[in-house]
T-cell receptor
Framework: DAKTTQPPSMDCAEGRAANLPCNHS???????VYWYRQIHSQGPQYIIH???NNETNEMASLIITEDRKSSTLILPHATLRDTAVYYC????????????FGGGTRVLVKP | DGGITQSPKYLFRKEGQNVTLSCEQN?????MYWYRQDPGQGLRLIYY???????QKGDIAEGYSVSREKKESFPLTVTSAQKNPTAFYLC??????????????FGQGTRLTVV
């Protein structure tokens, strides 16, 4: 699986949009971009995934650049409960659907 | 309710003892995974299984063993050969191991402390 690079931490004001960047410059054509988050001492929670097109669901939006070398997860209106570690992962079926986690971005939403 | 259940949530063992962590899912998922997480770190893959009676080593399999006798169950044994067993252990499952666009569901983890 392609390696991802994320900033180690970022702060966000409650009610504002949080934009979380991820670089995956070695991504190949059949790899999906996934985002998970982990609230302290809990199991990771799936957020969203995409291949080429931008995606949106009830939790977040995923913007993937045209060359697919980077992406941004957008939390449109951050709440205190969004404080967590956010992991960006790229994944291919040939790897047995394994998820390879990096260090993630520790997001702190402040009132 | 459908989901993936890990038990117990907290586990204490004496050094040198084997211990088995339970993971059960009722999601009818084919694939199951075990991860280890150390404080302030990301998750690292220990073992994974794509079908019943088959499993593969992940990145840090030494000192661990698994079995997959039933689709619903994927227990992990932490053996005495594991030099640093104290960690947070997470189990996950996914619907189809042959496709990349399927999400994985995680249990709430077991925090193992070896004293």
């Amino acid at each position: 699986d392609a390696k991802t690079t994320q900033p180690p931490s970022m702060d966000c004001a409650e009610g504002r949009a949080a934009n979380l960047p991820c670089n995956h410059s070695t991504i190949s054509g059949n790899e999906y971009v996934y985002w998970y988050r982990q609230i302290h001492s809990q199991g990771p929670q799936y957020i969203i995934h995409g291949l080429k097109n931008n995606e949106t669901n009830e939790m977040a939006s995923l913007i993937i650049t045209e060359d697919r070398k980077s992406s941004t997860l957008i939390l449109p209106h951050a709440t205190l409960r969004d404080t967590a570690v956010y992991y960006c992962i790229v994944r291919v079926a040939a790897a047995g659907n394994k998820l390879t986690f990096g260090g993630g971005t520790r997001v702190l939403v402040k009132p | 309710d459908g989901g993936i259940t890990q038990s117990p949530k907290y586990l204490f063992r004496k050094e040198g003892q084997n211990v088995t962590l339970s993971c059960e899912q009722n999601l009818n998922h084919d694939a199951m995974y075990w991860y280890r997480q150390d404080p302030g770190q990301g998750l690292r893959l220990i073992y994974y299984s794509q079908i019943v009676n088959d499993f593969q080593k992940g990145d840090i399999a030494e000192g661990y063993s698994v079995s997959r006798e039933k689709k619903e169950s994927f227990p992990l044994t932490v053996t005495s050969a594991q030099k640093n067993p104290t960690a947070f252990y997470l189990c996950a499952s996914s619907i189809n191991s042959g496709r990349a666009n399927t999400e994985a569901f995680f249990g709430q983890g077991t925090r193992l402390t070896v004293v």
